[in-house]
């Protein structure tokens, strides 16, 4: 085996080549691959807190919008629910292409309505097309959100006998031709975060209370 590894004058011999890494560019290739993998960790972990963080009522007006979208779009009517245990809003579908209950029945508002005297559930279907969950703290309870639906008016005023406190729905029905029954959404998500009533549009995605949201 040849030993030499110079000339006879000190110099490194070009004939031998030298193969491999060394030691310092090794470290240099692991220190960069650490300080990209730490990075995105960590905008991972901002997007998700984004999300997770958003107040109750933009991730309610989300949903709505979605419902919509997917009524629209699946050409089915869609429902939106909310799961009070799990603090999550739920789309799903099925039903004929119209949000108008049968001449026949007793309610304009149909099937949807949390009768007197029956308890509350949450009306979750099988086939659920999307879910957004609030971001809960550890140890707290998710916010609590019911749906009602709002009478027609009557009269001269345009008030309504009736009161929406009576109209409890269960879900929500989104037709796709673009319109709901009238309804709003009461919400309570703590002492120290949003408690209000929010009036969607029944024929868009637009709160119609949004200025006194705002006070």
Not at 4 to 10: F, K, N
Not at 25 to 51: D, F, K, Q, W
Not at 73 to 89: Q, V
Request: some cysteine; proline content about 7%; charged content about 25%.
């Amino acid at each position: 085996m040849d030993l030499e590894t110079t000339s006879a004058t000190g110099a490194i011999d070009p004939r031998r080549s030298r193969a491999g890494f060394t030691l310092i560019e090794i470290l240099l290739v692991i220190g960069l691959i650490l300080l990209i993998g730490s990075l995105a960790i960590y905008n991972v972990a901002n997007l998700t807190r984004m999300r997770d963080d958003r107040p109750v009522e933009e991730v309610l007006l989300t949903a709505v919008r979605e419902a919509r979208y997917q009524a629209s779009t699946t050409k089915e009517l869609c429902w939106l629910s909310y799961d009070g245990e799990k603090g999550t809003f739920y789309i799903s579908s099925g039903g004929p292409a119209t949000a108008l209950p049968e001449p026949s029945t007793q309610s304009v508002f149909g099937s949807a309505l949390v009768e007197d005297g029956e308890e509350e559930e949450s009306s979750v279907s099988a086939s659920a097309l999307e879910s957004f969950q609030v971001y809960v703290v550890e140890d707290e309870d998710p916010p609590e959100v019911k749906f009602f639906a709002i009478p027609p008016g009557t009269g001269l005023d345009g008030e309504s006998e009736t009161d929406p406190e009576d109209l409890q729905l269960r879900r929500v029905p989104f037709d796709p031709a673009g319109f709901t029954v009238p309804f709003q959404v009461k919400v309570d998500a703590g002492a120290d975060d949003f408690r209000g009533t929010v009036i969607f549009d029944p024929f868009s995605n637009h709160i119609l209370n949004e200025e006194d949201l705002k006070k």
